[in-house]
């Protein structure tokens, strides 16, 4: 089991830039693909980006272009670089541990508490 923990929410207005941090704790953080979810008020939780253990990465369409995921496995840390956002960005964004790359929730077995992203108009 891998323990993660996010950082870096805030509020912004739209248009502007976040940066996101999720640090990963256990033996084994390094092996997992790191993914990022989020999730509105009253929608459901939805996949926006995943890098895998040797860096590659999948992005959701909504935020290709926008938004860059990297990984630090020194650190055991991943960063999600926002930009351009938009006000339907706005949400609750975790961060996720899988054995393997993928965009379904249920394949994430660990998950951060949430940090919260709004993006004013």
């Known amino acids: 089991q891998v323990q993660l923990v996010e950082s870096g929410g805030g509020l912004v207005q739209a248009g502007g830039s976040l940066r996101l941090s999720c640090a990963a704790s256990g033996p084994t953080a390094s092996l997992y693909a790191l993914g990022w979810f989020r999730q509105a008020p009253g929608k459901e939780r939805e996949f926006v980006v995943v890098?895998?253990?040797?860096?590659?990465?999948t992005y959701a369409d909504s935020v290709k272009g926008r938004f860059t995921i990297s990984r630090d496995n020194a650190k055991n840390t991943v960063y999600l670089q926002m930009n351009s956002l938009k006000p339907e960005d706005t949400a609750v964004y975790y961060c996720?541990?899988?054995?393997?790359?993928?965009?379904?929730?249920?394949?994430?077995?660990?998950w951060g508490q949430g940090t919260q992203v709004t993006v004013s108009s």
């Open positions: 890098i895998s253990r040797n860096g590659g990465s």
């Open positions: 996720a541990a899988s054995g393997v790359e993928t965009r379904i929730a249920k394949m994430y077995n660990s």
